[in-house]
């Protein structure tokens, strides 16, 4: 059973910036794509950047967050700059195997507070 572990969540104040990585419990399955979700009170979970096969950020994003992957630690990253207080949010860490539909491989969340 592939885990997902997440880390690098906290408390951020409005223009701040924070690290997340998730890291896979094996080396030996390889992932095709890996990448964020994330959710915020009372709204439904959304695509915040994705990296297997080129990436693709969420609009609210670009410009201010960036993925990217160790494929020899089967890790992904989510460097987040100028945060915002709707960036508020649990980030779940993904990640999908080549023919898999989706993601069937999800992290147990990390929170992201942005607030003065």
């Known amino acids: 059973q592939v885990q997902l572990v997440e880390s690098g969540g906290g408390l951020v104040q409005p223009g701040g910036s924070l690290r997340l990585s998730c890291a896979a419990s094996?080396?030996?399955?390889?992932?095709?794509?890996m990448g964020w979700y994330r959710q915020a009170p009372g709204k439904e979970r959304e695509l915040v950047a994705t990296?297997?096969?080129?990436?693709n950020y969420a609009d609210s994003v670009k410009g201010r967050f960036t993925v990217s992957r160790d494929n020899a630690k089967n890790a992904v990253y989510l460097q987040m700059n100028s945060l915002k207080p709707e960036d508020t949010a649990v980030y779940y860490c993904?990640?999908?195997?080549?023919?898999?539909?989706?993601?069937?491989?999800w992290g147990q969340g990390t929170q992201v507070t942005v607030s003065s």
């Open positions: 094996t080396s030996s399955f390889i992932f095709y794509a």
């Open positions: 990296s297997g096969g080129g990436t």
């Open positions: 993904c990640a999908r195997g080549y023919g898999d539909t989706g993601y069937p491989y």
